[in-house]
């Protein structure tokens, strides 16, 4: 098996001390099928008490579905749609911009109680004639929305997308599947090659991928058309993501689009305060970074 890329995770702070490990966009694979963004939150000791300087305010986003799925803790997503949901682990929030939409992503329990914040957060691109649909949002738990698995030391949720066979409830707009899995060590599964681009990620543990190491920390571009085998080393959380690519895509701050135009409209309506903030979270705002440097 040929293997694409190696992909180490580049340490960001997005404020506060919340340290966040981002895989993509990297330089050399910016993305993977429709995921042009991957964040691993954590984990980060919250004590109980802390200032809200760790809490993601609201920002815009355009022309892509974000994803935010937990290990540990929970977060309080509020939209400017009103959508005001606690998530946890196991659970999918899944907000689609479309042509505008902002939110915020708060650790209100994790601040007053304390918590282990631990946990992923992903875009996924939207296809050309999906990137100017309404905003909407969703959240999904449960394996009637989100099957799940367990067999041979490996427990298994898909996310998002289809593999196999199995089916997740979230409403996607392209082919793709989103995949996590817990491992036993020395647990073995095969990833097929259903989709023509995918990846691993090892959030925690150490597993190989067709004989090749991939610690906690790394992401593996696979090759298409080879069914891999993963074989955990020690205890592992795995992410496994991919589908068909949709095109290149741009992206200043947090608009995505295939139009550089869009992008301009976006980031002058935000900059002009025309974009509506979250109705329960409406008494910050971010300005608009000067800075424009593809990422």
């Keep these: 098996m040929t293997l694409n890329l190696l992909i180490e995770r580049r340490m ?6 919340f340290t966040v490990g981002r895989l993509l966009p990297h330089a050399r694979r910016r993305m993977v099928g429709p995921f042009v963004f991957f964040d691993h939150m954590g984990p980060l000791d919250v004590q109980a008490g802390a200032d809200a300087s760790l809490d993601i305010r609201p920002h815009p986003h355009i022309g892509l579905s974000t994803v935010t799925y937990l290990y540990s803790g929970s977060i309080t997503h509020r939209d400017s749609l009103g959508s005001h949901q606690e998530i946890f682990p196991g659970e999918v929030n899944w907000m689609t911009a479309g042509r505008g939409i902002t939110h915020s992503e708060r650790l209100d329990a994790a601040r007053a109680q304390g918590a282990i914040m631990h946990g992923v957060q992903a875009w996924v691109a939207l296809p050309r004639e999906n990137e100017d ?15 799940e698995f367990q067999e041979d030391g490996v427990t298994g ?13 979230v409403q996607t707009h392209s082919p793709l599947f989103y995949l996590h899995w817990n491992m036993a060590a020395g647990a073995r599964r095969g990833l097929s090659a259903e989709h ?5 990620y090892v959030a925690v543990g150490q597993v190989e991928v067709g004989g090749q190491p991939l610690a906690a920390g790394q992401m593996m571009v696979l090759e298409p058309g080879q069914a891999v085998l993963v074989t955990a080393q020690a205890p592992s959380t795995v992410m496994l993501m991919g589908g068909e690519p949709i095109g290149e895509r741009y992206m200043f701050w947090n608009f995505v689009s295939s139009s550089k135009d869009k992008i301009e409209q976006a980031s002058e309506a935000w900059r002009a305060q025309r974009m509506p903030l979250p109705p329960e979270d409406n008494q910050e705002f971010i300005p608009l970074p000067e800075r424009r440097k593809r990422v």
Excluded at 135 to 145: L, T, V
């Design 157 to 169: 949720r898909l996310i998002a997308g289809t593999l196999d066979g199995a089916r997740a409830q």
């Design 196 to 200: 023509p681009e995918r990846a691993i």
């Design 12 to 17: 960001h702070d997005l404020g506060g001390g």
């Design 133 to 147: 649909m309404a905003p909407a949002f969703f959240h999904h738990q449960g394996p009637g929305e989100l099957p």
